[in-house]
């Protein structure tokens, strides 16, 4: 159980277009998700949470206008990357966290989907 | 920011030997949690110890936790080839406690 998957697992585009990575739950409700970004040898760097129906929150640093994050249903949330550039060449990692995970201390595990590489030429 | 340091950045062993890699955090903590990345991949959560314990046991893998300097530490006993991969500690904070923080994460590189 707890399945998170991704689409595409990856994507090559043209500086200037737009590209929309799309994150599933696929066995469960995910009430929230998380984005993450993560250049080579590097770590997970948090981009964004996001609440289904609500409106996410990016972390500072983190450009709303260029990210668009759309969580519209307790298992569906996109990533859209507009007007990409070569530095936004990457390595997108969601997470999903699910309605009943067992609370450990106020904290939740996360799922992580298998990633999505992004190459912008 | 991140949150964690880890020590070292990259290890290697011989298959056998027991590998230890260690996380230093900043902040207060809910728990600690250990991933493991294999090149390209996704994270494959290893282990999470809350804030109130103090070592945990999952097959291979022994976790520690010391929160009064802020550190924790991920034994692997018995190294496989199979386990070469990067791992990540990563932190549940306090406030904002759903979001993870992730440390640099080390290298580990099991020879045969």
């Known amino acids: 159980g707890a399945v998170v998957s991704q689409h595409p697992s990856w994507v090559i585009c043209k500086s200037g277009t737009s590209v929309k990575i799309e994150c599933r739950s696929l066995d469960f409700q995910a009430t929230t998700m998380f984005w993450y970004r993560q250049f080579p040898k590097q770590s997970l760097m948090l981009m964004a949470t996001?609440?289904?129906?609500?409106?996410?929150?990016?972390e500072q640093g983190v450009e709303k206008d260029k990210f668009l994050i759309n969580h519209a249903s307790l298992t569906l949330s996109t990533l859209t990357v507009t007007s990409a550039h070569p530095e936004d060449s990457s390595f997108y990692i969601c997470?999903?966290?699910?309605?009943?995970?067992?609370?450990?201390?106020?904290?939740?595990?996360?799922?992580f989907g298998p990633g999505t590489r992004l190459t912008v030429t | 920011s991140q949150q964690g340091e880890e020590d070292p950045q990259a290890l290697s062993i011989q298959e056998g030997e027991n590998a230890t890699m260690n996380c230093s955090y900043k902040t207060s903590i809910n728990n600690l949690q250990w991933y493991r990345q294999n090149s390209g991949r996704g994270l494959v959560h290893l282990i999470l110890?809350?804030?109130?314990?103090r070592e945990k046991h999952s097959g291979r893998l022994r976790v520690t936790l010391d929160t009064s300097k802020k550190s924790s530490s991920l034994l692997i006993t018995a190294s496989r080839a199979a386990d070469t991969a990067s791992y990540f500690c990563?932190?549940?904070?306090?406030?904002?406690?759903?979001?993870?923080?992730f440390g640099q994460g080390t290298r580990l590189t099991i020879n045969p």
């Open positions: 996001s609440n289904e129906g609500s409106k996410a929150t990016y």
């Open positions: 110890i809350r804030s109130n314990e």
């Open positions: 990563a932190t549940g904070l306090i406030q904002g406690a759903q979001k993870l923080v």
């Open positions: 997470s999903a966290r699910t309605r009943g995970s067992p609370r450990t201390s106020g904290g939740y595990e996360q799922y």
